[in-house]
């Protein structure tokens, strides 16, 4: 049974940091396109950053470009989400995706994990 986890979340300070991780089992995602997608409350759920299997290809969303940094271990099967310079409207649940079903930026992948929420504080 394929599960992703999601750890790292928490309440942090404007400006302050955090760094998310999820990590893969039951089977291998060392090819696939992993990515970070949110939802705050009352909004639709947006991609954050993916990338490539080797981790050539990476996306930021324009809101998180230059603060976040998406990066991954394969050999841990485990990929992060760096994020720094937070900013209340990062405020959010945010939740690991793996194998796109379309484009990596949209929001349809076969398999997620369950969030982990985020707040920042003004």
């Known amino acids: 049974q394929v599960q992703l986890v999601e750890s790292g979340g928490g309440l942090v300070q404007a400006g302050g940091s955090l760094r998310l991780s999820c990590a893969a089992s039951?089977?291998?995602?060392?090819?696939?396109?992993m990515a970070w997608f949110r939802q705050a409350p009352g909004k639709e759920r947006e991609i954050v950053a993916a990338i490539s299997g080797d981790a050539i290809v990476q996306f930021h969303a324009d809101a998180v470009k230059g603060r976040f940094t998406i990066s991954r271990d394969n050999a841990k099967s485990t990929w992060y989400l760096q994020m720094n310079s937070l900013k209340p409207e990062d405020t959010a649940v945010y939740y690991c995706?793996?194998?796109?079903?379309?484009?990596?930026?949209?929001?349809?992948?076969?398999?997620w994990g369950q969030g982990t929420q985020v707040t920042v504080s003004s």
């Open positions: 039951g089977r291998t995602f060392r090819h696939s396109v």
């Open positions: 995706a793996a194998e796109p079903k379309r484009e990596m930026t949209v929001n349809e992948y076969y398999y």
